[in-house]
């Protein structure tokens, strides 16, 4: 025989044997999922009123059922509440308390409920929360990118392909394209928002309940849209959690990328900007060293971020319907990834916004690289020479210009006639960086009135409410 390590469980009827020590450990959820006890807490009330309701119970048991619950949830939160393997999980954990509390009247909580449906209806009360404090700091780094850009709208800096220097762009561009992918970010999270808003409970352990439940009234007492459609999808679905961390992995991608732009542009082989010293760390042996930690382990958290959706397809890929004990492995990695967006996301402000742009050093770097010889070839186009061939006589140019170790600017208007009799006077105006922006005058394009204008656009859908 085995021995016994704990009392009795709230299942135990059919069983013998106590479970083995290892098993309780093992079988446990109570360490991670103990963070839902107030949506639990939350579902259970709205259950016993309901109960209530359709005279499953009476109108004064679910009051004791109610106030037994509010004083557990007091409990919890004063941390008096002692947390054991032995309470299996979060949901038994307070029914268990509810019953010491209360006595066998607490028992008639989980009338017309199984746990299935129960965790299915807690993870998604808990993630609808999450995604709205997502939301919210989504809206506070676009807020933060817009202002940076409108203080930055006209210094420019090199814009890159292949991080090769290619052509100048307003860096108030640069940083509106993250205002664009943060806002895409943004919608995906509404959408998400709305699949994850649908309630669960009455789908029982898999077929639905003997009882009359009145599904419509949890429903909305719960804020959700309304019940779940079929009761076995309900208790078999996670499909919201990985959306949800789809979309997370999304953020965080578009976080990395922000993140590691940062990282370049602070090295001295850029020296774009600088970091401030709040959001700096030094070296423990090079006295020298400034380094950008910060955005380094953003970058680094989008690696678990993305392993967490690929745990979560792949603990749900061959599972049979409905339930199974697989799914409790979903918590850590959603948990996780909710944890670790908002932390990223609610740093990345106040780096930013105390961050110095050197722009004479991004303006600097303009110079080089040639940055404007897509404008002497458009040049030689708006003079009737085919795209291709104006293409190879800049293509010269350049090799020219190399040899000679000059830049576009510093060439004399006979060298630019000596690649071809088109080229006149204004060639040199034409190959001026501010020129190569100011052409850029496409919607969506980086000429700095385009740039301005979408500063206005943006403006008004933030007083729409937009962010
Ligand atoms: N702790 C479980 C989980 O997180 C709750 C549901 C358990 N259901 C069951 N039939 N054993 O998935």
Redesign the pocket.
């Known amino acids: 025989m085995k021995e016994k390590s704990t009392k009795s469980k709230l299942w135990s009827g059919r069983f013998k044997q106590e479970t083995d020590r290892l098993v309780d450990e093992f079988n446990a959820?109570i360490s991670f999922?103990r963070r839902l006890f107030m949506h639990d807490i939350m579902g259970s009330v709205a259950h016993a009123k309901m109960l209530a309701k359709v005279k499953i119970i009476t109108k004064k048991e679910a009051d004791k059922i109610v106030a037994g619950l509010r004083s557990i949830e007091k409990e919890i939160v004063s941390g008096k509440f002692v947390f054991t393997a032995a309470m299996?999980?979060?949901?038994m954990a307070i029914e268990g308390r509810l019953i010491e509390k209360i006595g066998a009247l607490g028992g008639k909580l989980h009338t017309g409920r199984?746990?299935?449906d129960?965790?299915a209806l807690d993870i998604r009360l808990y993630l609808r929360d999450a995604i709205r404090e997502i939301e919210g700091l989504l809206k506070k780094v676009r807020q933060t990118l817009f202002e940076c850009a409108r203080q930055n709208v006209d210094v420019v800096l090199p814009g890159y392909t292949h991080l090769q220097r290619a052509q100048p762009l307003p860096l108030g561009h640069h940083l509106l394209a993250y205002y664009e992918m943060f806002g895409r970010d943004g919608e995906r999270l509404e959408q998400c928002y709305g699949r994850v808003n649908v309630m669960p409970l009455g789908a029982g352990?898999l077929a639905g309940s003997p009882y009359p439940l009145d599904r419509q009234f949890v429903a909305k007492e719960l804020g959700f849209s309304g019940p779940s459609r079929n009761s076995l999808d309900a208790v078999s679905d996670r499909d919201f959690c990985i959306e949800f961390c789809g979309i997370a992995s999304m953020v965080m991608m578009h976080l990395s990328r922000l993140s590691e732009e940062l990282i370049l542009w602070s090295s001295q082989e850029f020296g774009f900007i600088e970091l401030s010293d709040a959001f700096s760390t030094g070296s423990s042996i090079m006295p020298q060293k400034k380094n950008p930690d910060i955005p380094e382990l953003v970058r680094g958290k989008t690696g678990r971020v993305y392993g967490n959706l690929i745990a979560l397809l792949t603990v749900m890929k061959a599972l049979p319907l409905a339930?199974n004990?697989d799914?409790?492995e979903?918590?850590e990695p959603l948990f996780d990834t909710i944890d670790t967006v908002k932390v990223c996301l609610e740093i990345l402000s106040p780096m930013l916004r105390t961050m110095t742009v050197r722009r004479e050093r991004m303006l600097a770097a303009t110079k080089g690289g040639f940055l404007t010889a897509t404008d002497a070839a458009d040049y030689l186009v708006k003079r009737g020479l085919p795209f291709r061939e104006a293409h190879h006589v800049i293509g010269r140019v350049v090799a020219h210009c190399i040899e000679k170790e000059k830049v576009l600017d510093e060439l004399t208007v006979e060298e630019w006639k000596s690649f071809s009799p088109i080229f006149d006077r204004d060639i040199k105006k034409a190959v001026s960086v501010k020129a190569s922006v100011e052409s850029r005058d496409v919607e969506g394009g980086a000429a700095v009135k385009r740039v301005k204008r979408r500063l206005k656009e943006i403006e008004r859908e933030r007083e729409k409410g937009a962010w």
């Open positions: 959820s999922d299996e999980d979060i949901h199984s746990r299935n129960q965790v352990a339930y004990k799914m409790q979903d918590k």
